[in-house]
């Protein structure tokens, strides 16, 4: 017996519990860890409040992130011992995740823990982190240099946003950061950010083209916040969008493309191929200052999740959310 997280659903009301599971539950995979750390992401506050249609089935154990120790193995790749991170793949949506002290996988979903990362540092990067680094690469691809002028962030205050900012002020990069959180002010500037703008100066409906203000541009946010920011892109600037915390819909034109030949470019943490899991891990362990990511940290309990769940999707979390599994 362990125990979990679980999510359950009769009829139309979900709920979900933190209980003891036989580990004759667990479901199919290759590769089974004993499970140190979990995240809470804002995917994992979709499904664990049921805000969004995320669980695809149930009983779902949901977390999307994991950090732990190989104890069976069946895949060539891992064998007891290892030491290992979850990112993805459908996990807490259609397979049982890791915000559980044990986790069966597919062992083409697990990377090895590089050498320079505990698994409490692992998962207080998470998929947020993750993702973040993925949006630096993007940015990177595009041509965008900390010559080329400022870089904007928006959600600064989340856990994209704030591993964003600290990334990018590491790299040399001028930091503009978008909140709408203003006393969250002294902590975004702690992480880098050389400028905080509120986030209604871009929530709202805008034009199709804008004054030319950042080179490049990370978002986590969506519909008119996204479109606001490419309006205001420099010529040749690129955007690398990750989120629809404020929708999934893009109010925008083909104006800063055409015109400015900005590159607006879709960052898909989910399904991302292993080479490029294994470059951001890669720049991460260089790149990310780990005492600005201990800052930016706050390490709950199991149990504690639940109402964290409702928390990060209510846009109340700073940070990053590490849960203790084991407490």
Sequence with gaps: ????????????????????????????????????????????????????????????????????TVTESAYAGFRPGDRVILNGWGVGETQWGCLAQHARLDGDWLIKLPAQFTTRQAMAIGTAGYTAMLCVLALEQHGVTPDKGDVLVT?????????????????????????????????????????????????????????????????????????????????????AACGLAGGMDFPSSVAPFILRGVTLAGIDSVMAPLALRVEAWSRLARDLDPAKLEAMTHEISLAAAIPAAADIVAGKVRGRLVVNVNA
């Design 1 to 68: 017996m362990f125990k979990a997280l679980v999510i359950s659903k009769t009829g139309d009301v979900q709920q979900c519990i933190a209980r003891e599971v036989d580990a004759a539950e667990l479901p199919a995979g290759n590769v089974t860890i004993k499970v140190d750390f979990s995240t809470v992401n804002y995917k994992d506050g979709l499904a664990i409040s049921g805000k969004a249609p995320v669980v695809r089935k149930f009983p779902m154990v949901p977390g999307i992130d994991g950090a732990g």
């Design 155 to 239: 959600g600064a205050a989340g856990g994209v946003g704030s591993v964003a900012i600290a990334l990018l002020a590491k790299l040399g990069f001028r930091v503009i950061a978008s909140t709408g959180r203003a006393s969250e002010a002294d902590y975004l500037k702690s992480l880098g950010a050389a400028e905080i703008i509120e986030r209604a100066t871009l929530s709202a409906p805008g034009k199709s083209l804008a004054k030319e203000r950042w080179a490049g541009a990370i978002d986590t946010v969506g519909s008119h916040t996204l479109a606001n920011v490419c309006a205001g892109m420099r010529y040749r600037g690129a955007v």
